[in-house]
């Protein structure tokens, strides 16, 4: 006894299920035509993964039914392939007082044009970017259906985290475990989930094939990597990451066991995988949403440099505009390093002085500034005028704005509202500075997309970091050395250290006590944020919902 199965790891659009049904069609009608006799889409693959309050819709839920249908109407004559879909089933019953949830996330066995089972997952994550308790209620059960001869166990993402969930299907008499999942991907998630159905499968003594999404949607990205394992544990297939695949893997019977096998692709390294979800995300958000280009401010700085080199990579030189716009503290260097990097990927790119818009409002404040020295108003005026500017370009040609702040910034508030937060999606707003800089060390030592060798210009690498906008102006005059503060985010925001905790680690009181009162301060700007992909295990988006008015401080 032999079965090929397939795992359509594919790009799923939220809210597109006529176009997602067809997709898995023409998966369906492919694999088949190459022997496979099992198609496993990912969770949630007819309405997209995260649907959200779309889920509350009763039309949204009519149209995934339809949409359902229409994969079991249009395989019809696909005989003997068995295909599972991800989809939500159910309704809310509703009455004067109370909302009564019978949704489901759900995966239904389609075999002839004939939907012959459908079972509803059993764990419902609550975490992170989750929240699938507010939409659905917990299924029951295993789901044991027979595919070429072998009994497959149908689990949905979270029910395999779990041991009880694999145990029913092994007691139902599943020979295989089919995990089908929409687990959104942060630096070493990969490692982690094998690891996990590693002791998985060991402990049910079954084989299972992880079936996966790629894509991006919003701020989380789905990195592929669907693999295969063997009842031992040891991975025996897998999928390459960040690329959409029709994947085949080989099932067999020996005597009493079943055997999995298929190609095994080696792991990304952390920065590859890094600069593949950023590289995924921001071409999805681009081209989901329908945007035709992006434009940004490039300053001659770090981030700018580092979010240009991933908007080529993601869409293509000619989808790209930069604006450099000097302010009268703008260093010639940078001017020379923007056009530079400009020259080196091939962007168009123009300059625009801020100087003459910049003395104009400064003189049409005076009167109500007279007797006031300069500071911090001013600097944001800087930073103001360009996001005036970057706009007036977006409204214009129709770009898509991007912003370049980072995870640090964004953490501490060091960023204006209106002025550099001014856009509509940020590349690296999960990436701490420290990641950036070696990010674009990366990035100068490898060409992953054929765009460009050694786009960043070492001396942009190599500057101390300032947003210039006074004299002389430098990161560190009002912020410990990105080192310490990189590591009290990660274990503040990311692991929710307290004070007394970070104390303990060694950190000086003077730090802990900024940065700490700085991440407080500066929620209200980060929830005015753009929306930017995820790659941390905590990120300041779905995952990060804390009160602007607030005062504990622990």
Known sequence: MSLSLCVAQLNFVVGDMPGNARTIIDAARTAHAQGARLLLTPEGAICGYIAEDLLLRPAFMAACDEAVQTVARETADLQDLVIVVGHPVGHDERSTSVTISERHNAASVICNGRIVATYA????????????????????????????????????????????????ARAAGAQLL???????????????????????????????????????????????????????????????????????????????????????????????????????????????????????????????????????????????????????????????????????????????????????????????????????????????????????????????????????????????????????????????????????RWRNAHDPYGTGVSPIPERIITRPPSAELRADQTDQDSLPPYEILDAIIARYVENDASVADLLAEGFALADVDQVTRLIRQSEYKRQQAPVGTRVTPRGFGKDWRYPMTNKFRA
């Open 178 to 440: 089919a995990v089908i999942n929409a687990s959104p991907f942060h630096g070493g998630k990969g490692a982690e989930r094998e690891a996990v159905m590693q002791a998985r499968a060991r402990d049910v003594g079954l084989p299972l094939v992880w079936a996966h999404w790629v894509g991006g949607q919003d701020e989380v990205v789905f990195d592929g990597q669907s693999f295969v394992m063997g009842a031992d544990g040891q991975v025996a297939g897998r999928a390459p990451a960040f690329e959409q695949k029709l994947w085949f893997a080989q099932v067999q019977q020996a005597q009493a066991a079943i055997k999995i096998k298929a190609d095994i692709a080696p792991p990304p390294t952390p920065e590859r995988a890094l600069w593949d979800a950023l590289v995924l995300g921001l071409r999805d958000y681009v081209g989901k949403n329908g945007f035709k280009s992006v434009a940004l401010g490039l300053s001659g700085g770090i981030d700018s440099a580092l979010v240009l080199a991933l908007a080529v990579d993601a869409l293509g030189a000619d989808r790209v505009h930069t604006l450099m716009m000097p302010s009268p503290y703008t260093a010639g260097i940078s001017v020379q390093d923007a056009h530079e990097m400009a020259r080196r990927l091939g962007v168009r790119h123009d300059d625009l002085s801020i100087v003459p818009a910049f003395e104009a409002i400064k003189a049409t404040l005076a009167p109500l500034f007279a007797g006031r020295a300069e500071d911090t108003t001013e600097e944001n005026i800087q930073a103001r005028i360009r996001g005036v500017l970057l706009m007036a370009l977006s409204n214009k040609l129709g770009h898509l704005i991007l912003t370049t702040g980072n995870k640090s910034e964004y953490a501490v508030g060091y960023c204006t509202l209106y002025g550099d937060m001014c856009g509509g999606f940020a590349p690296i707003k999960d990436v701490v500075k420290t990641r950036v800089f070696a990010l674009a």
């Open 121 to 168: 997952k059993q764990r419902l994550p609550n975490y992170q970017v989750f929240d699938e308790r507010r939409y659905f209620v917990p299924g029951q059960g295993a789901c044991v259906f027979s595919a070429g001869g072998v009994r497959v166990g149908l689990l949905i993402c979270e029910d395999a985290w779990f041991d009880e969930p694999a145990r029913q």
